[in-house]
């Protein structure tokens, strides 16, 4: 493959493919320099592909304004390669509009406000429907509040059982030094009973749950969306609300404060270890210290904000679902960010319900 | 008749097998430079089967497949993806890469088999795009296309590198006539002007009027025919003439 340059004539020779172009474009532009080739010799081109008709194609656009340049001496293979690859005859492109730095913040704003917005819209048919479901079973799927009871809640009860023990025990044993350094042993009960009571054990749930059954639910629906079944059911006169969340959302409301007084439970047990084993408490003083500080407006705010928090996880993930974009890959994008948005929500809402301790 | 033709590919009693399950059982056929070979059979009788294993995309349990004459089923993975460079494939669903545009789709593997400038591999997109009439749809998303969109684009991206050889299956299932004759076309032209080898599977009768050179009917894991469309007429094969009865399997 080589190419020459004499009285301002182009000539190539051998293959000019993709192989070689990256080389001859380098020696072709040297030879050039800054004359001006009043014609393109293709007799010795043996082989082109549509990369050398992109690089004829170039020249002849970068030469254009001194003048038309010519093609001469291409066998008919060679021509018809051209014919079939040239870019001269292409609609231009055209360009794509850059979006200013406050105009992306701007629209980013509005994206958001508008998201609130349709979640809210969604909260609120999801809603009404479960009320509505409360008395009248039709449109919903048939046996799916037992079975998303199953899905969504006892599946679960392995690890949040095997967390709520860790962290129950890595909560008093974190205290117990302390406590002993002031004698004050006993507090471990009370220390533990609030914490467990009042945050970790509908804090930690509500985490389990929106990464596993948040997560489900999101790509759940967002497969039926990307499928076309969600359509479907609405072709068949059904509420895909009504049809796939309102179960979710009835089983879920009675699985989650079970779940969390568990959670509870077992966390107490995990720090007991601690209290019996490392403090010397008696498993009398234990179990009454921890009965007596703990208050019935504990027990309603923490079975209450369990439910809000279980709401919060359905809402959210069939919000994702819903709006999926895409194909099969906007599936896993939905799913991660309803995962990302309500544990985001979750922790938020606990703060805003620890006000109520003010 | 000109015997010395030099086949572009042939296998040579090829069997494939899913586990236990043989799907061929020993198929020799060589593909001829320049024509378009038609491979038709009933719905699960190994077409896609035989064209995977022709590209390695499964191993076949026995036998040979040559590409020029060499055999790749012993080549290593750098030998044959020289051979595969060369190798143009439509999936059967398009299996374009759905996260990147079409543009996107069509200049990986110019960015990444070449080390040619961006505004070659620009201007090459943009033919390749525009062969298959997808120049308003170059910066969407596959995602955004229908199904025969998403067929063209998928016929672009195979495009790409310039193939020798363009393997395509069912290209036109699920198309409407129309789009389905453009496409028929578009085959025609590339291998008129580019002096293309075309292996496509269809059903499409009018498809194989239009397009076939050489005809493979494949059935119950055997190759009954081999040859042109004249000549699979008078065969006197019983499925054959059902075929062209009904006019699809
Ligand atoms: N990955 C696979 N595993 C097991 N069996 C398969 C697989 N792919 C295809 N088959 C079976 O092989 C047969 C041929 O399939 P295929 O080649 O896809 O048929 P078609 O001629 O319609 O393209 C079918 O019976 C199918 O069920
Ligand atoms: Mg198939």
Redesign the interface.
């Known amino acids: 493959m080589s190419c020459k340059f004499v009285n301002s004539v182009l000539s190539f020779e051998g293959e000019l493919?993709?192989?070689n172009?990256?080389k001859l474009?380098v020696e072709a532009s040297s030879l050039i320099g800054k004359n001006k080739p009043s014609m393109i010799d293709l007799a010795g081109v043996q082989a082109i592909?549509?990369?050398g008709?992109?690089?004829l194609?170039?020249i002849q656009i970068q030469f254009a304004s001194k003048g038309i340049l010519l093609l001469k001496g291409s066998t008919p293979?060679t021509q018809?390669?051209i014919?079939?690859?040239?870019?001269l005859k292409?609609?231009l492109?055209i360009p794509?509009a850059k979006i200013g730095f406050f105009e992306s913040i701007g629209s980013s704003v509005i994206e958001a406000y508008e998201s609130m917005y349709k979640a809210a819209l969604l909260a609120s048919e999801i809603y009404y429907w479960s009320f509505v479901g409360l008395f009248n079973h039709k449109g919903q799927r048939k046996g799916s509040l037992i079975q998303q009871a199953a899905l969504l809640g006892s599946q679960a009860l392995p690890i949040v059982a095997l967390l709520s023990f860790i962290i129950g025990f890595i909560l008093s044993l974190q205290s117990a030094v302390q406590l002993r350094n002031f004698g004050a042993n006993v507090f471990i009960a009370d220390l533990l009973a609030v914490t467990m009571v009042r945050e970790m054990g509908p804090m930690m749930t509500a985490i389990i749950i929106a990464g596993r059954s948040g997560s489900a639910i999101a790509s759940e629906i967002a497969t039926m969306q990307v499928t076309e079944e969600i359509d479907a059911l609405k072709m068949m006169a059904l509420s895909p609300i009504r049809y796939i969340v309102v179960p979710k959302f009835h089983a879920i409301s009675v699985v989650m404060p079970i779940l969390v007084a568990f959670s509870i439970m077992v966390g107490m047990i995990g720090g007991g270890i601690i209290a019996l084993g490392y403090l010397g408490l008696s498993l009398e003083t234990f179990l009454k210290r921890s009965i007596e500080i703990i208050t019935l407006k504990d027990l309603v705010v923490s079975m209450g904000k369990s439910v809000v928090f279980a709401w919060v996880i359905v809402i959210i993930g069939s919000y994702f679902g819903f709006q999926v974009?895409?194909?099969?890959?906007?599936v896993g994008k939905a799913t991660t960010a309803s995962v990302v948005a309500s544990i985001f929500a979750v922790i938020v809402l606990d703060a805003m319900f620890s006000l109520l301790y003010l | 008749m000109m015997k010395d033709i030099q086949p572009v590919i042939s296998v040579n009693n090829l069997v494939a097998k899913y586990g236990e399950k043989t799907i061929l059982d020993g198929i020799t056929v060589d593909i001829l430079p320049g024509e378009v070979t038609v491979i038709l059979g009933g719905s699960g009788c190994g077409k896609t089967t035989l064209l995977k294993n022709i590209l390695r995309l499964y191993e076949p349990f026995s036998g040979s497949v040559k590409f020029w004459g060499e055999e790749i089923l012993q080549m290593d993975e750098n030998e044959f993806s020289t051979v595969l460079k060369k190798v143009g494939m439509l999936f059967q669903n398009g299996a374009l890469l759905n996260s990147i545009s079409i543009y996107d789709n069509v200049s990986i593997p110019l960015e990444l088999h070449t080390k040619l400038p961006p505004d070659i591999i620009d201007k090459i997109i943009r033919v390749k795009v525009n062969l298959v009439g997808l120049t308003h749809a170059l910066h969407l998303f596959p995602s955004e296309l229908s199904g025969g969109m998403k067929k063209r684009a998928a016929l672009a991206r195979a495009m790409a590198m310039d193939p020798k050889i363009l393997f395509c299956d069912e290209p036109s299932a699920g198309l409407d006539p129309l789009t389905s004759a453009a496409l028929d076309d578009l085959i025609k032209e590339l291998k008129k002007q580019l002096n293309m080898t075309i292996v496509i599977v269809t059903h499409e009768l009018a498809s194989i009027h239009r397009i076939a050179d050489k005809l493979i009917f494949l059935d119950a894991g055997k190759m009954l025919f081999y040859g042109t469309l004249e000549a699979a007429m008078k065969a006197n094969i019983p499925q054959i003439d059902t075929f062209f009865r009904v006019g699809r399997f």
Do not use: I, N
């Open positions: 493919t993709a192989r172009l990256p474009m592909d549509s990369a008709v992109a690089y194609d170039q293979e018809a390669v014919d079939t690859f040239t870019s292409l609609p492109p794509v974009k895409g194909g099969a890959e906007g």
